[in-house]
């Protein structure tokens, strides 16, 4: 029999990520095999985001394994820092986190985060790509694969820790919270591979601070306990804090960028006029054969097999053919998205945000209300608004404030002195602290179509007379 070998993937972010020939790794390896892990080859990382910046082609298989080579010197620390103090590393519990974090992405639909929002919104059982993973991990050649060589109940142990909304232990953390392996690695790859030069990450500085420490747990004393948790040293703090502000660009840089979430939503018009025309016995209008995956998903989109066999390549490769499907609205959303005609964006937060400012004397929070109260009566009369006009709403905070009461595992904690308690990351830099949430409201409108642009120009009139008058709904 001949002896594994080590396997070695070049990264264009890590260099080398390699799978050593113990067992473990070797079976992760044959798990990359399997074709539900290969079909994230054709599933981009960024979704639309290559209309706007060209060298974001990267995929969710690249990522994966970023992530796990991430994974893997968390992990490492972990080690050094239990058996340093005597303690029993838990071997299980992380190679089911390193598996996880390898295996974490395998749900998604073309596209990416943009196929979310229209599953969600058809009501479609698969809507969160998380609980693919999960039973993808469980059901399909992945879980034969972990399961012939690391125990029977192993592969239901990764699609378990990936159904958690939240940490449950140290070893958890490494695959979910606000300093994970999924983290470390995205925020590296976009910046490179779309090329902006802001928000920059020390990863070789954080995980050389990085340490396990006992934090205490409840709100009060009699509840509480406490739980290990991984903790950035003294040294660390400005670093920690370049962390959490380089997310905060690349939000506004690339992930809410203006162009890339029009194209999110004209895909979605399209797929949502697809499924209705397919549901009304229409299938030929739609310029589709029959045995089309498209057309086979808008049959039946609530077989995961049929969401499975579609893939960004999948979606692109139909475009010429519904570019000139017999459906007018088909053929106007397919040609928009194959020669990149965009809709024209209208701000509509920002336009409202302008039409609004800052009283003498008033407070920002009562100023902010007022903004929120409009944007909030702009939303509800764009969803009431025709088809034509697409509504983008979006909202996110660049660090998430966790309550005391709340575990301290899915929280960036830094311990300033020797032997002082670690801190949240949000009460020791006032910068963070005062990091309020993004909020993006547009509307976009083919930019030949004069009505639907007035009917947005009406609803924002109507929305900043709201807000004029003293913030009461």
Known sequence: MTAPKPQRIRCPVHNLIE????????????????????????????????????????????????????????????????????????????????????????????????????????????????????????????????????????????????????????????????????????????????????????????????????????????????????????????????????????YPNVYLHKATRGAEQIFAALMRRLLRLVADGHTAKTGLAERHPLIRFAKEPGRLAHAQALDDLVFWGALPMLAEAEDAEIARLAGALRGRALFRCIDVRARIAAALPRRKGEEREKHQARIALACTRAERLLRRAPNRILTDSYSRPPYKRVQESQSPLNRILIRTTAGAPPQDMAELSPIIAAAEPFHILRAYVARDDDKAGRTVENILRTSMQAGGEDGQA
């Open 19 to 250: 799978f050593g020939t113990d067992q473990f790794e070797q079976t992760l390896w044959r798990a990359i095999q399997t074709p539900p892990f290969q079909r994230l080859r054709r599933i981009r990382q960024l979704g639309f985001s290559d209309l706007v910046f060209p060298g974001a082609t990267h995929t969710r298989f690249a990522h994966s394994l970023g992530t796990f080579r991430m994974a893997r010197q968390l992990m490492r620390v972990i080690r050094r820092h239990v058996e340093g103090s005597g303690r029993q590393y838990r071997e299980h519990q992380a190679r089911v986190a390193l598996a996880a974090a390898l295996l974490h992405d395998i749900g998604h639909g073309m596209f990416s985060h943009a196929f979310e929002p229209l599953a969600k919104r058809l009501k479609l059982p698969f809507a969160a790509h998380e609980e693919v993973s999960a039973t993808l991990i469980r059901d399909s050649d992945i879980a034969r694969v972990l399961n012939a060589e690391l125990g029977s109940g192993f592969a239901n142990d990764v699609a378990t820790l990936i159904e958690r909304k939240e940490p449950g232990n140290l070893y958890d953390a490494v695959v979910s919270s606000q300093f994970d392996a999924d983290r470390l690695d995205y925020m590296q790859r976009d910046r490179l591979m779309t090329g902006v030069q802001s928000s920059g990450v020390d990863p070789v500085w954080l995980l050389a601070n990085l340490e396990v420490a006992s934090v205490r747990t409840g709100a009060d004393d009699k509840a509480a306990g406490a739980i290990e948790t991984l903790v950035l040293g003294p040294k660390a703090v400005q670093t920690a804090e370049s962390y959490v502000l380089a997310l905060f660009h690349l």
